[in-house]
């Protein structure tokens, strides 16, 4: 048996017991939800902290201070908290916010960091994502990843049901039918399975340490949704600390436990908003970083990284009416078109773009990449017409071409428009795309790139043909004299 199933059957079988240990006492009952419309937008809850992992617990009180590597790339997965959220410099929640907890570590560590928390994403969305080429090549890159999903498992069942509804009093409680509890009871056990494949996918493609955060509630003691919230998502903080247990060199950092009972301070409360505050993502970022200590990874002086991202993250939604998405990745100008009726439903959609030498390995000899750029979206989105992926790059000439990258083939994109300094890529589902062009040889004092030969041959050549030229000439006319 391979070490991939055996490390996918331990984790399927932890995240069944913890699943089956926490909804005994859930689903006994009926449970009060009561939450106002003004709860909006995608964030984390929290629930019970569950057992605490062999490879330790990131506990409150650590010193935040890490000794800076002398290289190194945080990969951060997750959803809007991830993301930094309705934070001050997200250009409208398009670009990650250098407040985020990932950010914040790496500023701590020196260690550059690639955000790739998509606002919107539950743990069936980073699932599919992860099986990407875009997403595989940020794995692999990693020193370490941080990893934060699972909020949004419940939260879109919870909008689905009607229980996100408006009410008057936030603290009335609501009701929840047998049949909804059972629903509940799925999607916990979906989130069980799911965070098994995330694991187990991760661990196939790095032995990077793996920094695993569970839920904190964002709703204040003594309301009805705080209890509900509590009792609900203590089932997933309970397999994620499983996870923990099963998967090697994993930490889990803690973040329920510093939550509760600091809502108002640690969640934009008096926006109603589920998200973190600045406070509140500093504190994710302490949570992170004690569990890198635990890990065994050196502590003391900070660095100055995580400026740079190597990997470049637009993000935004489009619905059945259509809608663009778009950014500035890598030198690119990067735009995202779907028409009216494409889709049935909203998605999130995320643009990521990285480095072109990162493709490298994947050209033959006398090509040269030009762009790159990765389409993700919802798990459960199905086009019934082509978006269109734009790409705008002065370095793109007219002769370049547009090929998608699977696995590591890459396959030309029929109907693709190129054009000098833009190509126009259509498609029906996610994909990885490069853009391909001829590598131009300039040889010094050549006449032009395009032909690569020196002016000077061609010079002493062309007058050794005007001398002979000459001479016969003069001779011919001696002749006739």
């Known amino acids: 048996m391979s070490r991939r199933r055996r490390m996918a059957q331990r984790l399927t079988a932890a995240a069944a017991a913890g699943t089956v240990a926490v909804l005994a006492p859930l689903l006994g009952g009926a449970a009060g939800w009561a939450n106002p419309a003004v709860w909006a937008g995608t964030a984390g809850a929290g629930g019970s902290t569950g057992a605490v992992g062999t490879t330790g617990t990131a506990g409150s009180g650590s010193q935040r201070t890490l000794q800076q590597p002398k290289e190194g790339v945080l990969v951060a997965l997750g959803d809007s908290i991830t993301f930094g959220y309705n934070l001050d410099d997200t250009n409208g929640n398009t670009t990650p916010s250098h407040a985020a907890y990932p950010y914040q570590i790496g500023k701590d560590t020196g260690y550059s960091v690639v955000d790739l928390g998509v606002p919107g994403w539950d743990s069936q969305d980073l699932r599919t994502a992860l099986g990407t080429p875009n997403f595989a090549r940020a794995i692999r890159s990693a020193t370490v990843i941080t990893l934060d999903i699972g909020s949004n498992d419940l939260l879109r069942l919870a909008g689905q049901l009607h229980l996100l509804d408006a009410q008057k009093d936030p603290t009335a409680p609501v009701t929840i039918s047998p049949e909804q509890q059972a629903q509940f009871a799925q999607a916990i056990e979906t989130f069980g399975a799911n965070l098994t494949s995330i694991l187990t996918t991760i661990r196939t493609q790095t ?12 709703f204040p003691a003594g309301t009805g949704l705080n209890t509900v919230t509590e009792r609900f998502e203590q089932a997933e903080n309970g397999i994620i600390a499983q996870a923990v247990q099963s998967v090697p060199n994993v930490a889990l950092a803690d973040v329920h ?165 833009q190509v126009e890529i259509p498609g029906t589902a996610g994909g990885d795309y490069i853009v391909i062009a001829p590598e131009v040889q300039t040889v010094p004092g050549a006449t032009a790139p395009e032909t690569g030969l020196p002016v000077w041959p061609a010079a002493v050549f062309g007058g050794m043909l005007m001398i002979a030229g000459t001479a016969l000439v003069a001779a011919g006319r001696r002749k006739r004299a």
């Open 207 to 218: 032995q990077a340490p793996i920094i695993l955060y569970n839920l904190y509630n964002p």
């Open 257 to 421: 436990t510093r939550f509760a009972g600091r809502q108002a301070e640690y969640v934009r409360i008096t926006e109603k908003d589920v998200h973190p505050t600045v406070a509140g993502q500093t504190v994710l970022a302490e949570a992170g970083e004690s569990a890198l200590r635990t890990l065994g990874l050196p502590s003391g002086g900070a660095g100055d990284g995580g400026a740079d991202d190597a990997i470049g993250l637009a993000a935004g939604s489009v619905g059945p009416g259509g809608g663009s998405v778009g950014g500035s990745l890598n030198g690119s100008r990067v735009s995202l078109t779907v028409p009216a009726g494409a889709i049935s439903a909203g998605t999130e959609v995320d643009l990521t773009s990285g480095p072109t030498s990162a493709v490298g390995s994947l050209l033959s000899k006398g090509q040269r990449a030009v762009a790159e750029v990765g389409v993700n979206f919802m798990a459960f989105v199905r086009f019934s017409k082509p978006y269109t992926l734009t790409i705008a790059n002065p370095s793109i000439p007219a002769d370049a071409a547009v090929f998608q990258i699977t696995g590591d083939v890459l396959t030309p994109v029929a109907g693709a428009k190129v054009t000098a300094g």
